[in-house]
């Protein structure tokens, strides 16, 4: 069973940096990275960022701060978070949908979450 795997979270102090990634655990026919989530303590799960078709749709609070990326060769996605503040602490979550062999359907795959404290 493939699973999507986010690394990167941690603590940081207000107007640090983190760099999220999220891989595929195992090697899959087809890898379409779909964006990022996050969920803030006691608050609903919300648009971090996501692609769409040739461009990229970002969340109104990140203004400018984060960018997402992709490396198709690696079947993983990045979220770089740089002036991280204290309303950024959340869990984030990826999303993608994968293909895993060839004959398969897609189907929507989602990571575990991985924590992101912002905080002095």
């Known amino acids: 069973q493939v699973q999507l795997v986010e690394s990167g979270g941690g603590v940081v102090q207000p107007g640090g940096s983190l760099r999220l990634a999220c891989a595929a655990s195992e090697r899959a026919f087809m890898f379409e990275p779909l964006g990022w989530h996050r969920q803030p303590p006691g608050k609903q799960r919300e648009l971090v960022a996501r692609f769409s078709g040739g461009t990229r749709i970002y969340g109104d609070f990140v203004k400018g701060r984060f960018t997402i990326s992709r490396d198709s060769a690696k079947n993983t996605v990045y979220l770089q978070m740089n002036s991280l503040k204290p309303d950024d602490t959340a869990v984030y979550y990826c999303?993608?949908?994968?293909?895993?062999?060839?004959?398969?359907?897609?189907?929507?795959?989602w990571g575990q979450g991985t924590q992101v404290t912002v905080s002095s």
């Open positions: 999303n993608a949908r994968i293909i895993r062999r060839l004959g398969e359907n897609w189907a929507e795959y």
